[in-house]
């Protein structure tokens, strides 16, 4: 029939796109992957100012301008102190080299839910991830960075441990520099308790009688990931982003920055912002400079080098360090931790669209909007899950509740259906007339029965983006062998429960007329509990739950229409009409 034909097309083209997704994920090029050096790989400075243009791709600079030195290029003497930091959030090290922050432990969010004790480390510079958070100074007439300190500079620190003790909101940081004609530069870290927002602060005191202009860089470092492991999992970005007041959100893929490269090709940021922000984002987690609001920066992005697999998202701004000035700061914030969607917006304007839903947005915002105010009053994603998808189902009851009526009519004629299609044998073109006949006089809609599943891919596609993308499902039981709602079930009940549901749902709609269309029918229950046996957990909580509120509801409807057709036929006094 029609409608088991639109059906079976709709889901065909549902798992093909997956199927595709997948085989991008095969056959995409991989990066390849460079250790970092023993310096920590630090790469080399920005060369633009706010006023300048960035040049075209040369020999000696790459796409954004940045000048091609290689990290390896670094002198082996250059070598930093990694300094300890402990407060209620971090486990971090910040390298003397550089003053950079080279490795940032999540104290609160384990890196499994069977290691609590192992937190998940968003920074490290290891040969398989590189991730840093990189600021300082940069002269183009002095790229050794003897007259101000850059990512070759190797800072003093009063003690190598920090710890934000019980009782002390803050904890504070300093990195000093001082170069040969008395211009000292301090860089300070300031940590506050429950909170991943750290301030950085560039402070100069410039007691000489010269002064002279440059570049405050902020920037992040990430390597580009391997692929992503798993069987029909829809992509999850990974990689730059930024924000303009006027332009909004805009994610940038790492084969982005590599076009750059290409002669005449412009940088992929390449304008100057206020108000914005640049990051890094990763499925749970980001890492973001936020920079004074009232201040113009020049955003930039760039790769380190051509052997290496590590690009760089950033900002400039020129400073003017004028002789005799005291104190001159600038202070950036710096968000290192979990996309906690609650936080994100407070912090600065845009950033909670680092919860990256990609298209789905419009569909998935609204369903983690709902799931976090049930959660607020079961505090259990799992019965949130549960508890929505009931609700989503009232919202759509009327809808449903006409397609299934429409679905029990087709039951109800398709014994007259059948006699049709034994009477006008291979006449295809009489058969469709004779059913399009029977559709109008009994007001069938042979559409009709489709609706629900129309209903259910972009709502099921749009909770997909909720569980892999919010940090507030990560690690989140349901109850007894469910762990993890944002993994797949380990032991594959809930996928096997969704495929018995499925195989209910068949019996309560009417069978195929064509013998093709009932074999491929009987074949999908099984195809989906394979795949739906990767998904994670909550995903199949929400389609079970769902597949049983449609059979009760359908149910009811099929044998109502039955009893009306009953009732009507004895109040008349003859038997439903045969053809």
Known sequence: MEQNRTLIILLLCFVTYLLYVEWQKDYAPKPVVTAPAASGGHAAMPTLTPSTQMPAATPTTNGAGLPAVSPTALPAALQGQRIQINTDVYRAQIDTLGGDLSEVDLTHYPVHFKKKNEPFRLMETTPQRFFVAQSGWHLQDDPDNHTVPGSHTIYSSEKTEYKLTQGDKDLQVDLHWKNPAG??????????????????????????????????????????????????????????????????????????????????????????????????????????????????????????????????????????????????????????????????????????????????????????????????????????????????????????????????????????????????????????????????????????????????????????????????LRQAPWIFWIEDLSLMDPYFVLPIIMGITMVIQQKLNPAPVDPLQAKIMMVLPLMFTVMFAVFPAGLVLYWVVNNVLSITQQWYITNHVIREEKHTAGHHGHKPKQD
Request: with cysteine; aromatic share 12%.
């Open 183 to 472: 211009v000292e530069f301090i860089k300070r870290y300031v940590f506050h308790r429950d909170s991943y927002v750290i301030d950085v602060k560039h402070i100069v005191t410039n007691l000489s009688d010269k002064g002279f202009k440059a570049d405050l860089y902020l920037r992040l470092q990430r390597s580009a990931p391997e692929k992503t492991n798993g069987f029909f999992m829809l992509p999850i970005f990974v990689g730059p982003v930024y924000y303009s007041p006027d332009q909004k959100y805009h994610k940038i893929k790492f084969s982005d920055i590599d076009e750059v490269k290409t002669p005449g090709v412009k940088d992929a940021i390449n304008r100057d912002i206020s108000g914005g922000w640049a990051a890094v984002i990763e499925q749970f987690f980001v890492g973001a400079w936020i920079p004074d609001p009232k201040q113009s920066y020049k955003y930039f992005t760039s790769k380190v080098d051509d052997n290496s697999h590590r690009y760089m998202i950033g900002m400039v701004t020129e400073q003017d360090l004028a002789p005799g000035q005291h104190n001159a700061e600038d202070t950036a914030r710096l968000y290192v931790g979990p996309k906690l969607q609650n936080q994100l917006a407070a912090i600065a304007p845009g950033l909670e669209l680092s919860v990256d839903y990609g298209w789905l947005t419009f569909i998935s915002k609204p369903l983690f909007w709902g799931l976090d105010h049930i959660n607020r009053l079961v505090h259990n994603w799992g019965w949130s899950i549960i508890l929505l998808t009931i609700l989503i189902k009232l919202v759509f009851y009327k809808l449903s509740e006409t397609s299934y009526r429409s679905m029990a009519n087709m039951k109800r004629v398709a014994p007259r259906m059948q006699a049709m299609k034994e009477r006008y044998g291979d006449d295809k073109a009489k058969l469709q007339q004779a059913m399009m006949e029977l559709y109008k006089t009994e007001k069938i809609n042979p559409l009709g029965g489709c609706l629900p599943i129309v209903i259910q891919i972009p709502v099921f596609m749009g909770l997909y983006y909720v569980l892999i993308e919010s940090v507030e």
